[in-house]
């Protein structure tokens, strides 16, 4: 791990911007397409959606626990606030918006599909009073729905950080994570994907430290071994979900012991079961990307900076924009297996995305 700061948080910048394209590509689902060879059509194991959460909570606690740890703690509880009020704001304003649009031009079926709404068609005061009180998010902007809840509980959390209360943090997540397994409830799942970061932020300088301390071989090993097993278990992924009948046969398995491997895999990697596995797996991946991120900085800033700079340091602007032109795109074109048409309207749909990001107009409105 480099030890330059500056180099550390723009990696963090490129990275998350990293995620955000892959989420756009993803949400829009126009499959075939070659896109699909970086974004894994949100089939693999983890997806972006995981660094995202993780990179963010990260953050948080870099920045509101770290390194504003000598502030108010007021001052801190504040800031945090005053963030969830504007990702609440632009939760529910987005949720109204994409789910009306699926309402008001995509029932006819004439049209591209958007994701399903799980309301009933045209209720519009129950999506307004779904939207107010938390109870549904568009799947397009979701994430604004955890964040409000995520900074929040950043304030108590952030708390127990400055008196040293790490562990409790930890068990108090990993508590809150099992009841969500059993409840099912999708915030209380994804938390621990958001705190665990947090309090691995609030110490970041120590981590760090520590790992520069580390004897030369030792970091070479740790680097080594986390990239082969990402390597390894992201190939994996790709056989089960794309090539299932190939793996069967490379392996020389029956049926019945190929379903029972596959079964074994859905029950801790499905998106239903976010399990233990899944948890351990998103923040290996999640190490992976950032020393590949890290070591391949000069090349992304040269020849892609231009996309991952805006997309990472204004994330939330094209988290929220990003469902615009994806209807556009969906109200004009019907869906196809034409693997070039929808590898260029994935494309269009990327710089139109870009181009509002860059607006100055819409940064003054839209939440960085």
């Given at each position: 791990m480099s030890s330059a700061p500056s180099s550390r948080i723009l990696t963090f910048d490129y990275l998350r911007g990293f995620f955000i394209l892959i989420i756009l590509?993803?949400?829009?689902?126009?499959?075939?397409?070659?896109?699909?060879?970086?974004?894994?059509?949100?089939?693999?194991?983890?997806?972006?959606?995981?660094?995202?959460?993780?990179?963010?909570?990260?953050?948080?606690?870099?920045?509101?626990?770290?390194?504003?740890?000598?502030?108010?703690?007021?001052?801190?509880?504040?800031?945090?606030?005053?963030?969830?009020?504007?990702?609440?704001l632009w939760s529910v304003i987005t949720t109204i918006v994409f789910t009306g649009s699926f309402w008001l031009f995509f029932l006819q079926g004439s049209h591209g599909a958007m994701p399903y709404v799980s309301l009933s068609n045209n209720d519009w005061p129950l999506l307004i009073k779904s939207a107010l009180t938390l109870e549904y998010a568009h799947i397009w902007t979701f994430f604004l729905h955890l964040y409000t809840i995520f900074l929040i509980l950043g304030i108590p959390v952030i708390v127990l950080l400055r008196r040293q209360l790490w562990w409790l943090v930890i068990l108090l997540s990993g508590a809150l994570w099992t009841v969500g397994i059993w409840l099912q409830v999708e915030w209380l799942i994804w938390q621990i994907l958001f705190f665990l970061p947090a309090t691995a932020g609030y110490h970041l300088e120590a981590i760090r430290r520590f790992l520069t301390g580390l004897s030369l071989s030792m970091r070479r090993s740790l680097k080594v071994s986390v990239l082969c097993f990402?390597?390894?278990?992201?190939?994996?992924?790709?056989?089960?979900?794309?090539?299932?009948?190939?793996?069967?046969?490379?392996?020389?398995?029956?049926?019945?012991?190929?379903?029972?491997?596959?079964?074994?895999?859905?029950?801790?990697?499905?998106?239903?079961?976010?399990?233990?596995?899944?948890?351990?797996?998103?923040?290996?991946?999640?190490?992976?990307?950032?020393?590949?991120?890290?070591?391949?900085?000069?090349?992304?800033?040269?020849?892609l900076g231009w996309l991952l700079e805006p997309f990472g340091t204004r994330s939330l602007t094209a988290y929220i924009l990003h469902g615009v032109p994806m209807v556009v795109t969906l109200y004009i074109f019907v869906n196809s297996t034409n693997i070039w048409l929808n590898s260029l309207l994935t494309l269009a749909n990327i710089l139109a995305t870009w181009a509002l990001v860059e607006s100055r107009w819409l940064q003054k409105i839209i939440p960085r």
């Open positions: 590509i993803d949400h829009l689902w126009r499959w075939p397409n070659i896109f699909s060879f970086i974004s894994g059509e949100g089939r693999l194991w983890v997806t972006a959606a995981e660094g995202f959460v993780i990179i963010s909570g990260l953050l948080v606690g870099y920045i509101r626990g770290y390194k504003n740890r000598r502030e108010p703690w007021s001052m801190v509880a504040g800031k945090l606030l005053r963030r969830a009020g504007v990702l609440y990402t390597v390894l278990s992201m190939f994996v992924s790709m056989l089960i979900e794309f090539h299932g009948n190939t793996l069967q046969t490379a392996l020389s398995w029956t049926p019945a012991i190929y379903m029972q491997f596959t079964h074994t895999t859905q029950s801790l990697f499905s998106h239903e079961a976010r399990s233990f596995a899944w948890v351990m797996v998103s923040f290996i991946w999640f190490i992976a990307f950032y020393m590949l991120f890290q070591a391949a900085l000069p090349w992304l800033q040269r020849w």
